[in-house]
């Protein structure tokens, strides 16, 4: 039988000694991290799901710490939009932009090519943030590309990205990933991004979480950045937004209505 001699004097069947010597390759070559590395990641567990390449699922927005960035949402991208009906989107991408009004977030906007076949942007946006820095790209597809984008961003002095776009797999995901490796917490408001099919969004929200985005939808960044009930001016405009933008909200504004009348 053949064998392998291991530092002791016993000695393995071949087969065995293959296998341990394989996965001993095998963890190498798959944990390149160095010590160090290794050491913050068995301390912080925050920070072993970063070098795992996963979403830090304990970031919590705040109203205080975040920006919102509207990436390509254009009259002729939006018809490439398939994974929402049209409607469905627009009024996710109002809600969104309504809500970072409410919370007087830092907003953004930004096109690409606007003046070919992209076409210009969704008029509701510049009419709810007429006074926002708008960055007309002239051909960078990546957004963080562009020094002015990025310039308008840092100037902030904010952490938390909050971002929407179209389309979700490229004008949203690649400045995503360039935010993620400057050091941001971003957000991904995947129900204001639209693409071309679901299978698409899916591979895009996949690539990006793995990354360290964390994935969310409008609704749970009001909610978030809202808190508590009892904050702020109560819960009059939040409801009165939610209700605006999800008819069926409004059965429990009603009902809420009615029951602190009695």
């Not at 010597?21 to 590395?37: W, Y």
């Not at 969704?122 to 943030?129: D, G, Y």
Request: net charge neutral; with cysteine.
């Amino acid at each position: 039988m053949n064998t392998f001699a291991t530092h002791t004097t016993r000695r393995w069947p071949l087969p065995i000694a293959t296998a341990v010597v394989t996965a001993a390759l095998a963890f190498l070559l798959i944990d390149s991290r160095g010590p160090a590395e290794r050491a913050l990641a068995q301390s912080d567990p925050a920070a072993k799901l970063r070098s795992a390449g996963q979403p830090n699922s304990r970031a919590k927005l705040s109203a205080d710490s975040a920006v919102l960035l509207l990436v390509d949402h254009q009259a002729g991208l939006l018809s490439l939009v398939q994974d929402f009906g049209p409607d469905e989107f627009k009024n996710n991408v109002l809600a969104l932009a309504n809500t970072g009004k409410l919370f007087k977030l830092p907003t953004i906007l930004t096109t690409s090519a606007e003046t070919g076949p992209n076409g210009p942007i969704m008029p509701e946006l510049k009419a709810i943030f007429p006074d926002a820095p708008f960055i007309s790209r002239p051909g960078q597809i990546n957004a963080w590309d562009n020094e002015e984008f990025v310039k308008a961003v840092k100037a902030t002095g904010r952490k938390q990205l909050i971002i929407a776009g179209v389309v979700t797999d490229v004008c949203v995901t690649f400045p995503v990933l360039s935010a993620l490796e400057e050091g941001f917490e971003v957000f991904v408001v995947v129900d204001a991004s639209g693409t071309f099919n679901t299978a698409v969004r899916d591979a895009a929200v996949t690539r990006m979480a793995h990354a360290g985005a964390i994935i969310t939808n409008w609704f749970a960044v009001a909610c978030e950045l809202k808190r508590d009930w009892r904050s702020g001016d109560g819960p009059g405009p939040l409801a009165e937004l939610l209700g605006k933008h999800i008819p069926a909200y409004q059965n429990l504004i009603v009902s809420h209505t009615a029951n602190t009348k009695k």
